[in-house]
């Protein structure tokens, strides 16, 4: 390892001049773009591009001293300029002939420049034909006009106005004045319309010290995409040791593109990623397949038992994942997202940008759908791969789902809409029901409205039939083959705006907004129907208006409430929200039921007033914003819910975010019974800090650090710093990234993780190194504001 991590370090940095990060989809722009200060002392062209045929156009000439040979030479002496189009020429001495009109020869002499709108070229000797505009200059220096890239060489040619061909040349997108790395060779071709440099025999060194020899480089000095290598990315964990990887580009047409990414792990073996991406006039789409053929550390694990016995009995190690969006026509579509692994642990080890071990299971689901003016259809399957044997056997997947729903809104003041739906339930546990379900909801609305208030009045009913499997288990002889189910429902909502001008907050308007919502569904017996697709959810400010708390439809509970709540808003002169507080309550008129057999959190409560939730945002200035929520159930009288975050964000590249977020424990048993995990069920009570900030012009610092407070613990934290100038970049990152639970314990386990990556500026557009770095933690940023 000693030997091998140095060598890994510097292949890193060879590899990062074969950077080639234009993308399919358009890359955030580079630092480099940003700082003028990088282009200081770049030639600039400024004035209105000249299009067409450039040669055609008439030469404008200005000199000291001008002789003339008539008919077809003249000489300019002493600070010569000539014009034509796009491009000019200074010079001590120019001399044109003219003689043949195939070859319009131009003699250049004595402190030349030359400059068009791509490049600027300078030297002492060169000639010039005005037919094409075909140069030869020597010795010369270039520069690329309003952009980075410079060199040298002993003898220039420009050809087509487009190549630039140095012999012996050199190479660096540095700022003028600095030469911490360049490449030089003894043929340099610079293709200002394919933004590519190709250099034969080429020697790149930092500094004066030569460091690699290439017998061909391809290196983009600009942001068209092509194909070639990506940035490697070079990094070391305390499980799998070094871990290596080089992306190569395929750009195959301007619709499609794939990578291929060999990734070395020191502990594991070699594994091969790939990816293609397609656009066309159908659809967009991913598809990836990653392969890692012998795992050594797996293998090992396996064997050993760690983290118990849950390892599958499979040799090789693979991730399959699509996702697709299509347009069939006007009224079809079809929509895939799925993502499967050969074994229970491939997420934990090897990590994916297309999942997340931290849900327990990936999904693989496909539709069909249709649409018209009257009709939404859509024909789905659903199919779950969990990671754990609690979760296979406890998981329905639809195979399939029919979603249907009928609008007819020409029934003069009413709306009518019918929802249906047919599912077939299956589960990988084999002492579970399989069942298939029917369910046809139609609904008539009667709305009145204004511009301060409205009133919504529904009535309907939904009817069900189950169909499901016997079962010989006591847990469930209550449930029947056949079912049918028939429930009434009435709503009536109501909502008013009253706006004043604020005397105390001068140019603020604040809104009151008071809202109160009936509901009533009466009570059937539902024991005899099994639990497929419902789960309890979450009573925010918003979820207290709910015609349900259950998702799905196995579980109706009966309701007779009334939802009241009062909203303030306030308001600036140019109608931007700053401020919102919502608080409101759920008071049932009688207890709220499903079954007999209820697992309510306090059977005493059965009215009354149960439950309470409050929103609030502020925005306290453009730069900080406030948000927060709670809930309180009188069940349990204690705070079930509570979550808060703070952000403070005064530019682009500086940012502070603080959360906190709490359940309480007895509120998790309601919303999750599933009886394997009670052993240690807790209190989540969860504080983590998230930041970006530039430490100076060419340092800046991202990190982030969670603190489980009920545990003691750290629940993941990163730090990373990156190095970046108009010149070159380097980005160290370490974290502690949590991979499992140790039951026994009753601790976590942790990997830590260190990232080194390299950049060269001005080979292309790199990609947003801060953003990359956000998502270094388990917990990716993402803004809760925008």
Known sequence: MKKLAPSLIAIAVTLSLYNNSSYAIDLPKAAISNNPQCLIGVPRFDRPLVNGDINSLPVNAEADQLEVFYPNIAVYKGDVLIEQGNRTVQADKVTIDTQDNNNRAVTLEGDITYQDNLIQLKGDNASMNLNNNDANMSPSQYQLVNRLGRGNADQMKLEKNRYVILKNGSYTSCPVNDSTWNIKGTTVIHDNEEQLLEVWNA????????????????????????????????????????????????????????????????????QLQTEFRYLN????????FDWLQHDSKYNEDRSNHVNGNNYDDNNHRWLFHWKNEELINYNWRFYADTTRVSDNQYLTNLNSKYASQTAGYLTQFYKIAYNDENWDITLGYRHFQPFHSELKNSLYQTEPQLDMS????????????????????????????????????????????????????????????????????????????????????????????????????????????????????????????????????????????????????????????????????????????????SIGQITYFTKSKTSEHNNDLDENSDTGSITWASDNFWRISDDIIFRSGVQYDTRIDTISLANTIFEYRPSGDKLMQLSYRYANRNYIDVVDKNPSYRGYKQNISQAGIMTAWPLSQTVSAVGSYYYDVKLKQTADSFVGLHYSDCCWGMTVQYGRKLTDWDNISRKSKYENKLSINFELQGLGNNRDTKAKMLNFGKLPYTTTFE
């Not at 006039?281 to 990836?288: M, N, P, V, W």
């Open 406 to 581: 009928y609008y007819n809104n020409d029934l003069g003041p009413f709306k009518f809409r019918t929802f249906s739906q047919i599912s077939h339930f299956l589960t990988s546990g084999e002492d579970k029901p399989k069942a298939w379900r029917a369910h046809v909801e139609p609904t008539l609305n009667y709305t009145l409205t204004n511009s301060w208030s409205s009133l919504i009045t529904e009535a309907g009913f939904m009817a069900t039939h189950y169909n499901q499997d016997r079962i010989d288990k006591d847990i469930y002889k209550d449930l029947d083959k056949t079912v049918n189910r028939f429930l009434p429902k009435f709503s009536i909502d109501g909502k008013v705006i009253f706006e004043r001008d604020i005397s105390f907050i001068d140019g603020y308007t604040q809104t009151l907004e008071p809202r109160v919502k009936y509901i009533y569904i009466p009570y059937r017996n539902q024991s005899n129907i099994g639990a497929y697709d419902s789960t309890i959810l979450q009573s925010d400010y918003i979820g207290l208006f709910r015609d349900q708390p259950y998702s799905g439809l196995d579980r109706i509970a009966s309701t007779n409430k009334i939802s009241t709540g009062v909203t303030t808003r306030f308001y600036d002169n140019n109608k931007v929200e700053k401020f919102n507080l």
């Open 281 to 288: 006039e159908l659809g967009l789409g991913t598809l990836a």
């Open 203 to 270: 020697v790149f060194s930092i500094g004066k010290v030569p460091v690699l020899y290439s017998p061909y480089l391809q290196l983009p000095t600009g942001d068209k995409r092509r194909s070639g290598l990506l940035m490697p990315n070079l990094g070391y964990d305390s499980i799998d040791g070094i871990d290596f990887s080089m992306p190569i580009y395929w750009n195959i047409a301007p619709n499609y593109d794939a990578t291929f990414t060999p990734r070395a792990l020191q502990n594991r073996g070699v």
